[in-house]
């Protein structure tokens, strides 16, 4: 992801759509994540969702912040990273339909980062309505992006007749 080139797990191509148009309107680097895995109700409370995942650019991590590498959901095999992003920082969630019809977006701003065992790093990442995101939200993963891209996302969305929705 940091040589360009988004990656994603299960076969989850609306995902990597997600990804790649957030990347090339970005210019850097996106990662891809469950929506709400690893969120509570004082989460929701507080107008936090949790996107998370193992699979986490080195680049996105905060300034002076190691990627660490640890073993796959706790069971003693594979690889993978967690890093932790730059609290307070905007970013843009968006999230796409399997169809490639329909794609969702918001801003928001990143709440904390925590090393979880189940998709490694859970990202809080604080919005403007947690339960109207968790309520009309779709797509298998989410990607995210340094940055309030939504805009452009928009346009992107327009010219290539997709329907978009900020949530």
Known sequence: ???????????????????????????????????????????????????????????????????????????????????ELEEGSSVTVAGMDREARKLWCSSGKVAWTKDTVHCRTSIGVNVENAKRIGKDSFGHHQALVYGDWTDELEMLSNVLEIEIRRL
Request: hydrophobic share 40%; with cysteine; net charge negative.
């Open 1 to 83: 992801m940091d040589e360009g080139i988004p990656c994603g797990c299960e076969g989850d191509t609306s995902a990597l759509i997600s990804m790649a148009s957030l990347m090339g309107i970005s210019g850097s680097s996106s990662l891809m994540g469950n929506l709400f895995a690893n969120t509570t109700h004082e989460d929701i409370k507080n107008n936090v969702i949790v996107i998370n995942h193992d699979v986490v650019p080195p680049s996105m991590g905060a300034d002076g912040k190691r990627m660490k590498l640890r073993d796959f959901h706790a069971m003693e095999k594979g690889l993978t990273g967690f890093v």
